[in-house]
């Protein structure tokens, strides 16, 4: 099974307006991280957001919030007000951690999602 | 801010070349990686190291590739005999090492290697 599955590989939205980017996860873990990174045109990867497993709240950065359903394992970025320098590849990624031995420095990454945002 | 930084930007060589990719982690992080990305697919882990050896490594990470902190500031990736496939854009990344699921790793901005 995959471990990140990103279901949306392309979406658009207007400027100005807010859109959901889907993520659900897959771990018998009981401690993992979710991030965010955006991959603009350029290439590079720039982390956006960060979940814990143990936060009791959605984390936000900015217009950056991150929809957290532990129950559902799902961990949606949402971004506010969209911008069209938001145009871009999404790539949410999971870490977990074997507690026994401290390991699982690994990120998982899903398959991504192509924002476009429209003028 | 601190950044990771990775050269050349492009590599381009010979299949059955040798390559070197480069990278310098940000200074205070005790944990490096290496990721590939081919072209229109996810990001794949490869390897990571830390105090001086490899703490973890993906089935992609075969006896081809080798990774090693020749100082105090660099961390490069080598690929012995290069093959078609291998071409990809190779991200290096570091983490403070918290040792839990929040350790971030901050992405360098990849080095796009081809294979001829």
């Known amino acids: 099974a995959q471990k990140i599955t990103q279901t949306q590989p392309g979406m658009f939205v207007q400027e100005k307006e807010a859109v959901t980017l889907d993520c659900t996860y897959d771990?018998?873990?009981?401690?993992?991280?979710l991030f965010w990174y955006k991959q603009p045109s350029s290439g590079e990867m720039i982390f956006l957001i960060y979940?814990?497993?143990?936060?009791?709240q959605n984390a936000t950065e900015g217009r950056y919030s991150l929809n957290f359903q532990k129950a559902r394992k799902s961990a949606n970025l949402v971004i506010s007000a969209s911008q069209l320098g938001d145009s871009a590849m999404y790539f949410c990624a999971m870490r977990e951690t074997e507690i026994r031995t401290n390991t699982g420095n690994q990120f998982y990454f899903g398959t991504g999602t192509s924002l476009t945002v429209i003028p | 801010e601190p950044e990771v930084t990775q050269t050349p930007s492009h590599q381009v060589t010979q299949m059955g070349q040798e390559v070197i990719l480069r990278c310098v982690p940000i200074s205070n992080h005790l944990y490096f990686y290496w990721y590939r990305q081919i072209l229109g697919q996810k990001v794949e882990f490869l390897v990571s190291f830390y105090n001086n050896e490899i703490s973890e490594k993906s089935e992609i990470f075969d006896d081809q590739f080798s990774v090693e902190r020749p100082d105090g500031s660099n961390f490069t990736l080598k690929i012995r005999s290069t093959k078609l496939e291998d071409s990809a854009m190779y991200f290096c990344a570091s983490s403070e090492g918290r040792g839990n699921a929040a350790d971030t790793q901050y992405f360098g901005p990849g080095t796009r290697l081809t294979v001829l």
């Open positions: 979940q814990g497993s143990y936060d009791q």
């Open positions: 771990t018998s873990d009981p401690s993992y991280g």
